[in-house]
């Protein structure tokens, strides 16, 4: 018996279930290979060679055979992309602890060695697939919660709660060393992390997960709209306590076009003061808004699991006035999706990015501005060879291969595809998921693509380019088709 798409292969296993001689032996397998990754990772950062962070740490063929009584796929190829995105995306980005690093972490790759927020999310979902692995993943979450402590012992009662963009060990490369936790990064991330937890949580029922991280999870998201929400109209914005309007950038798409012209001030509702900087992004954007507001929802969903139901009711109220706020005010008939805009006006900036149609997989959108969504990324300016541009082909600095200029990310592609699915438009969202399958299997699996030739471009098997598998998971293809044995 197979399954194709979704989480039904974990409805039917018992957390108690004995566990048989074959499953005995293969999370033998899966122990040995994480913990040679790890061995392996340490033994690079003992001698120093810094340019091999991403060599791959395991054995594909070992990879292959400890993955064999997981997945099914008629297509070869896809079990060889399966392979590959577990060997260097997933195995293979984690590492041991190193302090401030308590417990097992992972880098997104590409010499970036830290803990990062978002990307980490998309390779702890494939990795709670495979069985035996939830102290690992407990580790990596409890790293953020770690964090959060540390941080808040040291700051005012304004900023508590702040997870960082990444956390870095103490030993790490000086550009981003874990001593500079107090100022740098002095900004967060796109805020995935209830997310991701549900996602770990649907896969490997780890109630324990659950229960250790909620408080936390609360915690990051009232400093989200504490902190990003500075005029309380249910926006979410951008901003840094270093003051530096590149790092504010940083907590969403680095380079995206509407940003362009973002300025840091004060906040506009607290009085002067030392504790009151340019800290604060004067734009809001319809991404990050609607990445809180899908871990509002799934922070509500696990708060009802483990029966806080006065959480689960403040999480409610906080999404419904968000999306509330989204669909009135960045919502544009005319581009046929969601703007950012300026922060004390409202007023829209006319200059729409993928970032635009994340509120499809946060539920955000009524049917008929979904069906006009849609209709959007048939036509030319987003349906590129390789979709979906980071800004529309028609935008004045869209360059193909540039930077969240014009270039397509897995990640991105695989958020608005499955936004799509749920709004039962599966035939446009099919078509972006084969389409960046079938240039995976092409070209390998990398951070992004040249959305004209579909070139690779930037870290070959960075870890969150990993949800090319994911799309085949969870339902959203056409052509490409990957099951998990029950």
């Given at each position: 018996?197979?399954?194709?798409?979704?989480?039904?292969?974990?409805?039917?296993?018992?957390?108690?279930?004995?566990?048989?001689?074959?499953?005995?032996?293969?999370?033998?397998?899966?122990?040995?290979?994480?913990?040679?990754?790890?061995?392996?990772?340490?033994?690079?950062?003992?001698?120093?060679?810094?340019?091999?962070?991403?060599?791959?740490?395991?054995?594909?063929?070992?990879?292959?055979?400890?993955?064999?009584?997981?997945?099914?796929?008629?297509?070869?190829?896809?079990?060889?992309?399966?392979?590959?995105?577990?060997?260097?995306?997933?195995?293979?980005?984690?590492?041991?602890?190193?302090?401030?690093?308590?417990?097992?972490?992972?880098?997104?790759?590409?010499?970036?060695?830290?803990?990062?927020?978002?990307?980490?999310?998309?390779?702890?979902?494939?990795?709670?697939?495979?069985?035996?692995?939830?102290?690992?993943?407990?580790?990596?979450?409890?790293?953020?919660?770690?964090?959060?402590?540390?941080?808040?012992?040291?700051?005012?009662?304004?900023?508590?709660?702040?997870?960082?963009?990444?956390?870095?060990?103490?030993?790490?490369?000086?550009?981003?060393?874990?001593?500079?936790?107090?100022?740098?990064?002095?900004?967060?991330?796109?805020?995935?992390?209830?997310?991701?937890?549900?996602?770990?949580?649907?896969?490997?029922?780890?109630?324990?997960?659950?229960?250790?991280?909620?408080?936390?999870?609360?915690?990051?998201?009232?400093?989200?709209?504490?902190?990003?929400?500075?005029?309380?109209?249910?926006?979410?914005?951008?901003?840094?306590?270093?003051?530096?309007?590149?790092?504010?950038?940083?907590?969403?798409?680095?380079?995206?076009?509407?940003?362009?012209?973002?300025?840091?001030?004060?906040?506009?509702?607290?009085?002067?003061?030392?504790?009151?900087?340019?800290?604060?992004?004067?734009?809001?954007?319809?991404?990050?808004?609607?990445?809180?507001?899908?871990?509002?929802?799934?922070?509500?969903?696990?708060?009802?699991?483990?029966?806080?139901?006065?959480?689960?009711?403040?999480?409610?109220?906080?999404?419904?006035?968000?999306?509330?706020?989204?669909?009135?005010?960045?919502?544009?008939?005319?581009?046929?999706?969601?703007?950012?805009?300026?922060?004390?006006?409202?007023?829209?900036?006319?200059?729409?990015?993928?970032?635009?149609?994340?509120?499809?997989?946060?539920?955000i959108p009524d049917a008929s501005q979904a069906v006009k969504m849609a209709s959007v990324l048939a036509e030319p300016a987003w349906a590129t060879p390789l979709p979906i541009p980071t800004v529309e082909r028609s935008n004045s600095s869209f360059a193909s291969s540039e930077f969240w200029r014009g270039d397509v990310w897995p990640v991105p592609?695989?958020?608005?595809?499955?936004?799509?699915?749920?709004?039962?438009?599966?035939?446009?969202?099919?078509?972006?998921?084969?389409?960046?399958?079938?240039?995976?299997?092409?070209?390998?699996?990398?951070?992004?693509?040249?959305?004209?030739?579909?070139?690779?471009?930037?870290?070959?098997?960075?870890?969150?380019?990993?949800?090319?598998?994911?799309?085949?998971?969870?339902?959203?293809?056409?052509?490409?088709?990957?099951?998990?044995?029950?």
């Amino acid at each position: 018996m197979t399954c194709r798409g979704g989480f039904k292969h974990e409805d039917s296993q018992r957390l108690d279930a004995p566990v048989d001689p074959q499953r005995r032996h293969l999370l033998g397998a899966i122990a040995g290979l994480t913990m040679s990754a790890s061995a392996s990772r340490a033994s690079i950062l003992r001698f120093g060679h810094e340019s091999n962070w991403d060599a791959p740490a395991t054995d594909r063929d070992r990879v292959a055979a400890m993955l064999q009584p997981i997945f099914i796929a008629k297509d070869p190829a896809i079990l060889r992309l399966v392979t590959d995105a577990y060997a260097d995306c997933v195995l293979g980005k984690i590492h041991p602890p190193d302090p401030p690093l308590a417990h097992s972490w992972i880098v997104p790759g590409g010499g970036y060695y830290a803990q990062w927020l978002w990307d980490t999310m998309f390779v702890v979902d494939l990795l709670s697939i495979l069985p035996g692995q939830q102290e690992i993943i407990r580790g990596v979450f409890q790293n953020y919660w770690d964090f959060q402590q540390r941080w808040n012992s040291v700051k005012p009662a304004f900023m508590h709660g702040m997870i960082a963009n990444f956390i870095a060990p103490f030993d790490g490369p000086a550009i981003r060393s874990g001593n500079d936790w107090e100022t740098f990064p002095a900004y967060s991330q796109a805020p995935l992390l209830a997310w991701g937890m549900e996602r770990v949580y649907r896969r490997n029922r780890d109630m324990e997960l659950l229960r250790a991280g909620l408080r936390p999870l609360e915690d990051f998201h009232e400093w989200y709209w504490r902190e990003r929400d500075v005029t309380a109209c249910g926006l979410i914005g951008v901003g840094a306590y270093s003051g530096d309007p590149q790092h504010a950038r940083y907590e969403t798409y680095d380079r995206e076009v509407d940003l362009d012209d973002l300025k840091m001030t004060p906040h506009p509702t607290r009085p002067p003061g030392s504790e009151n900087g340019a800290w604060y992004g004067d734009m809001l954007i319809p991404a990050n808004t609607a990445y809180l507001l899908l871990s509002e929802l799934s922070l509500m969903r696990m708060a009802e699991l483990v029966g806080d139901h006065e959480m689960a009711k403040r999480r409610r109220a906080r999404y419904a006035r968000g999306a509330r706020s989204v669909r009135t005010h960045m919502w544009s008939d005319k581009l046929r999706c969601f703007l950012s805009v300026h922060r004390d006006s409202l007023a829209q900036i006319e200059t729409p990015t993928v970032g635009g149609f994340m509120p499809l997989m946060a539920r955000i959108p009524d049917a008929s501005q979904a069906v006009k969504m849609a209709s959007v990324l048939a036509e030319p300016a987003w349906a590129t060879p390789l979709p979906i541009p980071t800004v529309e082909r028609s935008n004045s600095s869209f360059a193909s291969s540039e930077f969240w200029r014009g270039d397509v990310w897995p990640v991105p592609n695989y958020q608005v595809a499955k936004g799509l699915a749920a709004y039962d438009h599966r035939a446009v969202a099919a078509k972006i998921a084969d389409l960046t399958i079938a240039n995976a299997l092409k070209v390998g699996i990398s951070e992004r693509y040249d959305s004209l030739s579909g070139a690779p471009l930037g870290v070959r098997g960075l870890g969150m380019s990993a949800a090319v598998i994911t799309m085949m998971l969870d339902g959203i293809t056409s052509r490409y088709h990957l099951g998990i044995r029950a």
